[in-house]
């Protein structure tokens, strides 16, 4: 027997669900809702398979759960389940007519990212076509970078959300910000750190199949290569927005790395030239 029906079928479910929730409700987040449940659901169906008795396939999933339960909750007070849609597809859904919307909704919202879901966890599967392998030190030490990416995206999380709840504070007292964008912590030295360990998280995970197979020339490698492809896009779709509410980030765009952290670089203009401008 094989998970692989059993995690196809949860797939079309979550899909069915996602796109008629969408046309009901006219919201295009469902997929964002799940986003952070059922890559968790996947793993632990392959470890259910094992009857619970794999360690790696035990550790991938409670792992995974660990990922999921951190997202779900950032996700939740940022207002993720009371009906707040992700402010980039209406900004999408502004560009297009509605038919093309529509078939954007359906092909890539709800289709294609529900199958992203299903391929970055695929490295379980791989885990659990080689449950002979033995749970190693490798393992272990894959599993404690996978904590500490935890660890890293939960600072930069709390650090955003300090950030944004101070400047919401700011704005309702009728003052103006002092700044409109985090640049300090983490984010002095990537301008999206949680995306940095949210990818981090998923190539540990890729790491840990590939260590049952011993071998990293695993196809479940797409999975992980689609989703940092998507996270790219991503970033450089919501720097636009950012860029045209907030013209001065530009000059943070220069000093400071995209994602990976690293020391800021030297600025290239001052502000006040960029403000003569």
């Known amino acids: 027997m094989t998970p692989i029906p059993e995690v196809t079928l949860i797939a079309a479910t979550v899909c069915a669900l996602a796109w008629v929730a969408s046309l009901i409700t006219g919201d295009t987040s469902w997929v964002d809702r799940i986003w952070s449940i059922v890559p968790a659901v996947y793993v632990w169906v392959f470890a259910l398979f094992a009857h619970l008795d794999n360690q790696r396939l035990d550790v991938m999933a409670i792992a995974v759960t660990v990922w999921g339960a951190r997202l779900t ?4 007070r940022r207002g993720g389940y009371s009906g707040v849609e992700d402010y980039r597809w209406s900004v999408l859904r502004a560009s297009m007519p509605r038919w093309q919307f529509q078939l954007f909704n359906f092909f890539f919202i709800v289709l294609y990212q529900n199958f992203l879901l299903v391929l970055i966890a695929m490295p379980a599967y791989t885990a659990y076509q080689h449950r002979g392998t ?5 393992d272990l030490v894959l599993v404690a970078i996978f904590l500490a990416c935890t660890l890293g995206e939960t600072i930069a999380d709390q650090q955003q959300w ?3 709840s101070n400047k919401h504070r700011e704005i309702a007292a009728g003052r103006v910000p002092a700044e ?4 300090t912590g983490l984010f ?3 301008r999206h750190p949680n995306y940095f360990f949210e990818l981090a998280q998923w190539w540990l995970v890729f ?3 590939a260590v049952a197979a011993r071998s990293v020339m ?3 490698v797409i999975g992980v290569v689609l989703l940092t492809a998507l996270f790219i896009g991503s970033t450089s ?3 636009k927005i950012t860029l045209s509410k907030y013209p001065e980030y530009s000059l943070y765009q220069q000093r400071t790395s995209a994602v990976i952290p690293w020391s800021p670089r030297r600025q290239r203009r001052t502000a006040e030239a960029f403000d003569a401008e």
């Not at 033995?134 to 490798?138: I, Q, R, V």
């Not at 409109?180 to 640049?183: I, R, T």
Request: overall charge negative; hydrophobic content about 45%.
């Open 207 to 209: 790491l840990l199949g």
């Open 237 to 239: 779709f919501t720097e």
């Open 134 to 138: 033995s749970f190693s030190f490798l």
């Open 218 to 220: 695993e196809w479940t």
């Open 180 to 183: 409109q964008f985090l640049q």
């Open 73 to 76: 909750f950032n996700f939740a």
């Open 188 to 190: 002095r030295y990537s």
């Open 162 to 164: 300090n950030f944004q």
